[in-house]
């Protein structure tokens, strides 16, 4: 098996020692090591969800908890219990935080149109997809949309 991109398989188990240096070696290039199980599977989590929204060119087709257990081969109830008790939000919030974010992108680059992004994002609706996005940065679409021709129009003007 090839392990993941970060991902370190060792051929022996490291003392406490080793296990602390190599730790902190970690640590000063801007690394973490994780060797909690729990901590392993929500990166694990994490890192699905943001390439499924971010760098993925289609959603699954499934619903997300099928796609998230078929990829990880866990529960989705077990991991999303994992998930939440440790960071505090559910996988469902984790991801629409992150579609929102995805969407933001694609207002600014300003090629779709709304019910175009909604269609690409998997929401039943613009009007769906615009109550969500409100809710979640306090702003419409079509404002946040604005902001960013205001921020180039009077940065033209300096």
């Known amino acids: 098996m090839i392990p993941d991109l970060g991902v370190v398989e060792l051929t022996k188990d490291l003392t406490k020692e080793q296990k602390n240096a190599f730790r902190t070696g970690l640590a000063a290039s801007g690394l973490e090591l994780l060797d909690n199980k729990k901590s ?3 990166e694990r989590i994490k890192n699905s969800i943001i390439d ?23 529960d989705y109830t077990y991991m999303a219990n994992v998930f939440s008790e440790v960071k505090g939000i559910t996988i469902q919030q984790f991801i629409i935080n ?6 933001k992108e694609l207002l600014l680059y300003d090629e779709l149109t709304l ?5 690409k994002m998997h929401y039943s609706s613009a009007a769906h997809l615009s109550g969500q996005f409100k809710k979640n940065t ?10 960013k021709f205001r921020r180039t129009t009077n940065l033209e003007d300096v």
């Not at 971010?54 to 998230?68: A, F, I, Q, R, V």
């Not at 306090?138 to 902001?147: A, E, I």
């Open 115 to 119: 019910s175009e992004i909604a269609f």
């Open 40 to 42: 392993i599977l929500i």
């Open 138 to 147: 306090g702003l419409s679409p079509s404002f946040y949309k604005q902001m």
């Open 98 to 103: 992150h579609k929102i974010e995805r969407v």
């Open 52 to 74: 499924m929204i971010h760098y993925s060119d289609e959603l699954p087709k499934t619903n997300y908890s099928e796609y998230l257990s078929e990829k990880l081969g866990y």
